[in-house]
Nanobody, 118 residues
Framework: QVQLVESGGGLVQAGGSLRLSCEWS????????FGWFRQAPGSQRESVAF???????NVGDSVKDRFTISRDGAKNTMYLQMNNLKPEDSAVYFC????????????WGPGTQVTVSS
């Protein structure tokens, strides 16, 4: 079984930065997608950034020049560096792993709240 836990959310002023972390437990050997989603109140959950099955990073157009995704396998942690935050970035951010092996399944963390004040 894979478990994901996010941390690093909080309240920040517009223009500020936050780094989110997603720590995983359980072995993630092969996956189709491993990354971050966000969901604002009244909105659908949207993809923010992810690694594809080849380990290549993809970042959404709305955050492309401001957000960076990375991961440290030695620490079992994935990161989302968010710079120049805007009020419209306010949302609950979720870590997601669509795992093929060792433990197949689509796993989600509980989420971490990011609030950007204007």
């Amino acid at each position: 079984q894979v478990q994901l836990v996010e941390s690093g959310g909080g309240l920040v002023q517009a223009g500020g930065s936050l780094r989110l972390s997603c720590e995983w437990s359980g072995r993630i050997f092969r996956f189709t997608r491993f990354g971050w989603f966000r969901q604002a109140p009244g909105s659908q959950r949207e993809s923010v950034a992810f690694f594809n099955a080849n380990g290549v990073s993809n970042v959404g157009d709305s955050v492309k020049d401001r957000f960076t995704i990375s991961r440290d396998g030695a620490k079992n942690t994935m990161y989302l560096q968010m710079n120049n935050l805007k009020p419209e970035d306010s949302a609950v951010y979720f870590c997601n792993a669509n795992v093929l092996s060792t433990h197949p399944g689509n796993f989600w963390g509980p989420g971490t709240q990011v609030t950007v004040s204007s």
